[in-house]
Every structure is written in structure tokens, then in C-alpha cells.
């Protein structure tokens, strides 16, 4: 059984950071891409960042590039989204994704609120 389980989120000021982890189980962690994607009140969710199996690509949306980094530990099977010089619109619940066998799997979200 496939297990996704964000962590790190909470209240942070404008221009702060917080680091998110996502703990995964039931799953080959290295023979996975995983993704970051967030969701803010009453919008659709949108990715926020791709990395590969090995951790050797990364991608991001354009809008946090230079903000966000993606990156993760397959001896620990958690990837990770450092969030820096955060800002009000940065505030969502973020999720991350695993594809499996042609399933899409999520965490249960950690919410993430930027304010002053």
C-alpha cells in the first residue's frame, strides 16, 4: 500500500522559509519521479516542482524558480521542497505525488500560511 506523508508545513512571515518533507512507504522510493503541487483557496492545484528518480532533473513552475528547491533522499525515501523569501500568495495546502502503475497517488497535504 502506497503511504505519502507531508510534513514542515505551518505560519511563517512574509520573506521566511519553511522546509516540507514528504515521507513515502509501500513503494520502490528510487524507482519514482515525485512532484510537489499545491492547492490555494478556491483555485485549482498546480505543480510546483518535478525531480527525478535519481534527483538529477529538476523542474519547477515558472513563477518560483529561484525561490524553491526540489530535491530528495532515497535512503530515506523522502523528497523535500525548501521554500524561501516566501510570500502572502505562496499560502496553499502542498501535496506530493507519486505516479504508480498508472496511479496517481497523494499525501494528505500540510498547510502552508504566509503571514504578516
Known amino acids: 500500500q502506497v503511504q505519502l506523508v507531508e510534513s514542515g508545513g505551518g505560519l511563517v512571515q512574509p520573506g521566511g522559509s519553511l522546509r516540507l518533507s514528504c515521507a513515502a512507504s509501500?513503494?520502490?522510493?528510487?524507482?519514482?519521479?515525485m512532484s510537489w503541487y499545491r492547492q490555494a483557496p478556491g483555485k485549482e492545484r498546480e505543480l510546483v516542482a518535478y525531480?527525478?528518480?535519481?534527483?538529477?532533473?529538476?523542474n519547477y513552475a515558472d513563477s518560483l524558480k529561484g525561490r524553491f528547491t526540489i530535491s530528495r533522499d532515497n535512503a530515506k525515501n523522502t523528497v523535500y521542497l525548501q521554500m524561501n523569501s516566501l510570500k502572502l500568495e505562496d499560502t496553499a495546502v502542498y501535496y506530493c505525488?507519486?505516479?504508480?502503475?498508472?496511479?496517481?497517488?497523494w499525501g494528505q497535504g500540510t498547510q502552508v500560511t504566509v503571514s504578516s
Open positions: 505525488r507519486l505516479l504508480y502503475d498508472a496511479i496517481i497517488y
Open positions: 509501500g513503494v520502490t522510493f528510487s524507482r519514482h519521479a
Open positions: 525531480i527525478s528518480r535519481a534527483g538529477s532533473n529538476t
